[in-house]
């Protein structure tokens, strides 16, 4: 007796507040255009905040009140843009190709003491982690961390990017103490950059590393024409059309590298 | 009329539900951080338990109290959960329609009402507490006006640390909850307000 008055009080309520939630539900239903959701599901769902907004989610329903460009989604590229372009309507342009390139080329660190800190960047940075160069990475791989799509690799130097699987989100700049990630735009399939941010004079940028740029302004006058520019003894490639090429820059240090499609990896040339 | 005063003010300061009894602790800290979306989860928190007390007094002493009713005492679980998830959906479509920016700020925490214990809990000490109907409905929105009060102050005092400089490890949840222990130590000043 006992079990058929539960089982019926239970079907009971269950019936009367699902007849009571499906009235209210037809006073306050919100229509939700279907191409949003569409939009959102070839999206790629990473939320890593590139195009500028918050979630994937937020930018499908910008493209649909058409306030923004769909060419802003960095992890898609040209491939999700077509498919974008289907579902809208809109024309797709030829989505910009960014990077991220580490400003530091260290193979071997000078140290000046031992450091016995937490193993991340931020803990380090805070004391400098006894390294000589001031300017430096750290190597333990904040930015590694931060990476959601697996880019960037810890290795006994710099940390190494995987050209193709970053997309140049921009989570490793913020994550990296010392500043040494920067976006880059990607051009013919390559990316031609300074690995250092030492900003002392060469004769210091000397003594604790080998490889830092010491502002000699080699590259300004051998490469093309506004290619490199030189400050605070810091050479920095800037955005050029014409094709650089680095070994005839002869750079006496040898920090201008160059990150391409072709190779997949960082090449010290 | 004099206890009914009691049980309110017993509900919002004294046996606060967040600082006294710790119910509720997920949305506390999942929502805590700014005071606009905080007060609008105050406020659904507050509906959804009014009403809770007021549905489920009648349910349990009609329907499944032993003394009163059919003789269900185990169903008082299932039903009370019954009825607090069928009051979120409705607060949920609610909000939808006419706060859309409350629905998104609250996110996930707005369906986790549902399970949020000092719902649950209210409804049973309700029950435990053998309160009237009007007891237990003041009962219920004194525990939600509680709710809302503290988690409001805990927005306030979290968005001041947004211009604090605060070491890196404190930052987020265990700033919050050395907040919340803090706030509860001062709670307590209020235990001598009622006798008991």
Not at chain 1, 113 to 119: I, K, L, T
Not at chain 1, 127 to 143: I, M, N, P, Q, S
Not at chain 2, 43 to 63: D, E, G, K, R
Request: proline letters at 3%; glycine letters at 10%; a negative charge.
């Amino acid at each position: 007796m006992e079990i058929l008055q539960s089982i019926l009080v239970l079907v009971g309520m269950g019936l009367i507040s699902g007849i009571l939630l499906a009235v209210a539900y037809g006073k306050l239903k919100v229509d939700e255009d279907p191409v949003i959701e569409k939009i959102t599901e070839v999206l790629p769902g990473l939320n890593c905040g590139a195009c500028g907004y918050a979630s994937c989610g937020e930018y499908a329903s910008a493209i649909f009140q058409k306030l923004t460009d769909i060419g802003l989604c960095r992890a898609g590229g040209d491939a999700l843009n077509e498919k974008i372009s289907e579902i809208t309507g809109l024309a797709s342009e030829a989505a910009e190709v960014f990077k991220a390139v580490i400003h530091c080329g260290v193979k071997e660190r000078k140290i000046l003491a031992e450091y016995d800190g937490p193993r991340d960047c931020l803990s380090a940075s805070l004391t400098g982690a006894g390294l000589a160069c001031r300017y430096g990475c750290f190597g333990y791989g904040d930015c590694v961390n931060a990476c959601p799509f697996g880019a960037l690799k810890v290795t006994s130097g710099v940390p190494e990017l995987d050209f193709n699987l970053c997309i140049g989100c921009g989570l490793c700049v913020d994550a990296c103490p010392r500043d040494l990630i920067e976006i880059k735009k990607v051009l013919k399939d390559k990316i031609v950059y300074v690995a250092c941010s030492n900003i002392q004079s060469a004769k210091l940028t000397r003594t604790v590393c080998s490889v830092g740029c010491i502002g000699c302004k080699i590259c300004e006058k051998r490469a093309v024409e506004g290619a490199f520019k030189v400050e605070n003894f810091l050479a920095r490639a800037e955005a050029v059309e014409e094709e650089i090429d680095i070994p005839a820059i002869k750079c006496p240090t040898a920090c201008i590298h160059e990150m391409s499609n072709l190779d997949a990896g960082d090449s010290a040339l | 009329m004099s206890s009914l005063l009691t049980i309110f003010i017993s509900a919002v300061l004294v046996n606060n539900f967040l600082l006294y009894y710790f119910l509720g602790i997920c949305s506390f800290i999942g929502v805590s951080s700014k005071m606009e979306s905080s007060f609008g989860m105050g406020m659904a928190t507050t509906f959804v338990m009014t009403m809770t007390a007021m549905i489920t007094w009648p349910l349990y002493h009609y329907l499944i109290s032993p003394e009163t009713g059919l003789n269900l005492p185990f169903l008082e679980y299932v039903i009370f959960i019954l009825v607090i998830a069928a009051l979120v959906q409705f607060v949920e479509m609610f909000l939808k329609k006419f706060f859309h920016s409350l629905y998104k700020a609250l996110g996930i925490y707005l369906p986790l009402i549902t399970t949020n214990c000092a719902i649950l809990g209210m409804a049973l000490f309700i029950v435990i507490r053998d309160y009237n109907y009007l007891e237990s409905i003041v009962f219920g929105f004194g525990a939600g006006l509680g709710f809302t009060m503290v988690i409001v102050i805990m927005a306030g005092i979290r968005e001041e640390y947004a211009y604090s400089p605060v070491p890196a490890v404190f930052r987020g949840a265990p700033l919050a909850l050395l907040t919340a222990g803090m706030l509860a130590l001062s709670f307590m000043g209020f235990s001598g307000m009622i006798a008991p």
